[in-house]
């Protein structure tokens, strides 16, 4: 069994050629794209193995997504087929100012109907990180469930759950709902890392350090707050019960796609963790891939290896940053 497991919807990323309007592209260049798919490539890009959980359609679109995952070295035991629904995928059009406008056709799709049994024939031998998603977890009442049983079956194999909310607003009935659910997952979970503005927003509280208490009081073990472009802070208690915290900057560059960045944030936080980094390397590691990922048009394709990615964390240049 892989080091870590995630679970998602991975998709075929139509990436339009115009930077105004996908109306007036010409040609379509198709890549990969999925929350917690480009967590999954990033860190099988830092040298750690990595296994998906999904259920993709019996169509083109899934025969890309597994051939691309197996070349990457994505493990895909764990991908069920469907010949009932068809795989999602999305138009993606990068816009000046950096911001893409996406364009999705996933409605019904055969991830969105993933239910709880597919956890069953999972194998959890040797799992050390099971990483999970807000954007999965917000898909069906179904793929909710499927989430919260798998994190119980990671947890009773012994292994660290992290996740990112990554939220989704028009996917939920409701943002009470939204919030409520998600605070529910986080409350299961070990390391929650959200952006600064989305832990606001699910915890009602303004100042990072009150985010952090609101969930370390839940027994999160660890938050890692995203802080923008500026960098990012770690925070847990020690066991006197004193909140302990850790802030680094992130890195200057050139800012060309925003897709991706938290994604490649939390595979640098993941494989950290992996390796038992001290909080202040994790979130330079995290900070860096973040950066490197928006300097790319794609989603995961700019993504390091680990021989970029210490390059990258040498020559750089940082931010300054402060709560």
């Not at 997504?65 to 999305?90: F, K, L, P, W």
């Not at 079956?153 to 990112?164: C, E, L, S």
């Amino acid at each position: 069994m892989p080091e870590v497991m995630t679970i998602g919807e991975p998709m075929v990323n139509l990436i339009a050629d115009s930077d105004q309007t996908y109306m007036e592209a010409r040609t379509l260049p198709t890549q990969m794209a999925g929350a917690e798919f480009n967590v999954a490539i990033g860190v099988r890009r830092q040298g750690h193995t990595v296994s998906y959980v999904t259920t993709l359609g019996s169509d083109w679109q899934g025969d890309m997504i597994v051939d691309y995952m197996t070349n990457a070295g994505i493990d895909t035991a764990n991908i069920s087929r469907s010949t009932e629904a068809a795989t999602g995928s999305q138009l993606k059009v990068v816009l000046p100012d950096g911001d893409p406008k996406v364009i999705y056709f996933r409605k019904g799709s055969a991830a969105s109907r993933t239910t709880p049994d597919i956890v069953d024939d999972i194998d959890f031998g040797g799992l050390r990180i099971l990483h999970v998603s807000g954007v999965f977890a917000a898909l069906a009442d179904n793929t909710y469930a499927t989430i919260e049983r798998l994190i119980d079956a990671a947890h009773d194999h012994g292994a660290t759950v992290t996740f990112d909310p990554n939220p989704r607003p028009t996917l939920w009935s409701s943002e009470e709902e939204m919030i409520r659910a998600t605070n529910a997952l986080a409350a299961k979970c070990d390391v929650f890392m959200p952006g600064l503005s989305e832990g606001q927003m699910f915890s009602g509280r303004e100042d990072a350090r009150d985010v952090a208490d609101f969930y370390l009081d839940m027994g999160v073990r660890q938050v890692i707050i995203k802080l923008g472009a500026s960098g990012s802070a770690l925070f847990s208690r020690n066991d006197d019960g004193e909140r302990v915290e850790t802030v680094v900057p992130s890195f200057v560059v050139d800012v060309v796609d925003t897709v991706g960045a938290g994604d490649g944030f939390a595979s640098g936080a993941i494989t950290a963790l992996l390796e038992d980094l001290p909080a202040d390397r994790l979130l330079e590691r995290a900070n860096a891939v973040g950066a490197i990922q928006v300097t790319s048009v794609s989603d995961s394709e700019g993504l390091p290896s680990r021989e970029q990615l210490d390059s990258f964390i040498a020559n750089t240049p940082r931010k300054e940053v402060s709560l």
